[in-house]
């Protein structure tokens, strides 16, 4: 994957260690992801992890800048080249979402990804409407349910699985 994608708004790119600031600041808005940044220091090691599993092509986690300023980050992980298949993950800072920058990330990064692989999919919350219809937007397909496949505190939470194909993408 190329380290920037530039779209019409915003800019995917590489993280950077002075991304660990706003990372920080950003990620800890979103109240079931602040257990991912509890410190500075945290969020510090965390983009050290982020750019160390960059480098090793395994994991290929953009920041999202929209006017230098980082809004969130968009991710493809779990390469499988041999089905050509690999998993995405989001989030967008709540200041600023619902402006169609989560839309325009998943573009960017579906574009590229498409250049090597076949199959993008999704795992949801299914209490998260936001992500399931941002989901049906770019075209993603609901296959189904997994059922209690995550515990939150102690509470089983079923997930949905949305995935686009390549020749669904156009
Ligand atoms: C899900 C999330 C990434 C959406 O980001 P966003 O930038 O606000 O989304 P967009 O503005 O690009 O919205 C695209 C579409 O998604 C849907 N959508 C987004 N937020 C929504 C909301 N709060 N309620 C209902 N639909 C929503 C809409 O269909 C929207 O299209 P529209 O504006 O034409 O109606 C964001 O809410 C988020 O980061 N949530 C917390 C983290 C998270 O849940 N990550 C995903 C884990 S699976």
Known sequence: MKPILKGKRIILRKPQMKDSTSWFQEIRKIP?????????????????????????????NYTILFDKKLIGKITIKEIDEKNKQAECGYW????????????E????????????????????????????????????????????SLIEHNKKTNQFIYSILKKEWK
């Open 92 to 103: 967008i800072s709540p200041d600023f979402q619902r402006q169609g920058f989560a839309y």
């Open 32 to 60: 079931k992801y602040k257990k991912h940044a509890k410190t500075k220091e945290q969020a510090k090691e965390t983009i050290k992890e982020l750019i160390k599993e960059w480098n090793a092509k395994k994991k290929f």
């Open 105 to 148: 990330a998943l573009h960017l990064i579906l574009k590229e990804a498409f250049k090597k692989l076949n199959r993008i999919y999704f795992y949801c919350r299914e209490e998260n409407r936001a992500s399931q219809k941002l989901l049906e937007k770019i075209g993603a397909k609901k296959e189904g349910i997994l059922r209690e």
